[in-house]
């Protein structure tokens, strides 16, 4: 069922300028709920209930795997086995194949994706060795956490 959220105004019996209130009209059904109750509160004003909403969209759209994983620790399993090759998001062997998300997108199997990410380190492709035998799957899922939120935030520094 789709959602389609439109503001109209509404005049305020105790203020006279016009306020915004927001109506959520369910667009398959064609049925408008009830409107919120006109607030004291200034309209910039953003209530706990709206950023515990943000932070569960932010982490339903993130892959399943990076809200779980340690970015803490992937960092550590990056500066102490990927750095020697990737310092910094670059690649000391093929410079265009970057940790960048470009990059990723263009060279990495299966394209920008966390799964492909976390394949690449468990198998290795060219030079890049495997890691499966080398790091546990926690260690694994954490860099490649790590990899993606840096590349999707454009967080390399060069």
Not at 37 to 53: D, K, M, N, T
Not at 54 to 76: I, K, T, Y
Not at 134 to 154: C, G, M, T
């Amino acid at each position: 069922m789709a959602l389609m959220i439109r503001a109209r105004p509404v005049a305020a019996a105790s203020n006279p300028a016009r306020r915004v209130v927001f109506a959520v009209a369910k667009q398959s059904r064609g049925v408008t709920a009830a409107a919120a109750p006109e607030s004291r509160a200034p309209a910039w004003s953003v209530s706990a209930a709206s950023l515990l909403s943000a932070a569960a969209v932010f982490l339903a759209a993130a892959p399943p795997s990076l809200a779980a994983a340690d970015l803490a620790l992937g960092e550590q399993v990056f500066n102490g086995n990927c750095a020697a090759c990737h310092m910094g998001g670059r690649n000391s062997v093929i410079s265009e194949k970057t940790l960048d998300k470009a990059a990723l997108e263009q060279y990495l199997e299966g394209g920008f994706k966390l799964e492909a990410i976390i394949y690449q380190v468990e198998n290795g492709k060219g030079a890049m060795p495997a890691w499966a035998d080398r790091l546990s799957e926690e260690e694994i899922q954490s860099v490649a956490a790590f990899v993606y939120k840096q590349a999707s935030e454009a967080l390399w520094r060069y």
